[in-house]
């Protein structure tokens, strides 16, 4: 499959995991990560990584300490608990920490199961998002545009 399908089976399962996370709808929820997981894990982990990582300089743009990455973390798992009975506050906390370029908690934990990544990110996004007021689109084509560019400037 090419870069350019992928990326838009990346986004299109991004924008619908984002948009069911809205609507609290388990089952579209379900449908949209099954797309995700259908893809390359590394590939997903890299452009939703990216959209958690800009999300994240937007809604704190003075930089980040513990307080804040607890409180999007806490904000996020009480706005989701009631609707989303197989929350883990783990995967939540190793997507967070993972966007952030923090591995020191990645190296104590398992990696996260692609399919609890597709499940949980989109929780995250749409928090996220909530504060931003802007939509999912505007945030993929910015991850794919600087993970393009990041590609191109590593080839020989």
């Not at 984002?18 to 379900?30: H, I, M, S, Y």
């Not at 809604?59 to 300490?65: E, K, M, V």
């Not at 990645?106 to 929780?123: F, I, T």
Request: hydrophobic share 45%; glycine share 8%; charged share 20%.
């Amino acid at each position: 499959m090419s870069s350019a399908r992928v990326a838009r089976a990346i986004s299109q399962g991004t924008t619908g995991a984002v948009e069911a996370t809205r609507a609290k709808d388990p089952a579209a929820l379900d449908r949209a990560a099954g797309e995700l997981t259908g893809q390359s894990p590394e590939q997903v982990g890299l452009v939703l990584g990216a959209v958690l990582r800009m999300l994240l300089e937007e809604t704190h743009p003075d930089g980040l300490a513990g307080e804040d990455v607890q409180a999007v973390l806490e904000r996020c798992v009480r706005t989701n608990i009631d609707w989303f009975p197989d929350l883990d506050v783990s995967v939540l906390a190793l997507l967070l920490t993972g966007a952030l370029g923090v591995h020191q908690m990645a190296e104590e934990m398992p990696p996260a199961d692609p399919a609890a990544v597709a499940r949980h990110a989109p929780l995250l996004v749409a928090d996220l998002l909530a504060v931003t007021g802007r939509s999912v689109g505007d945030y993929l084509d910015a991850a794919l545009t600087e993970i393009a560019i990041s590609e191109t400037m590593e080839l020989p």
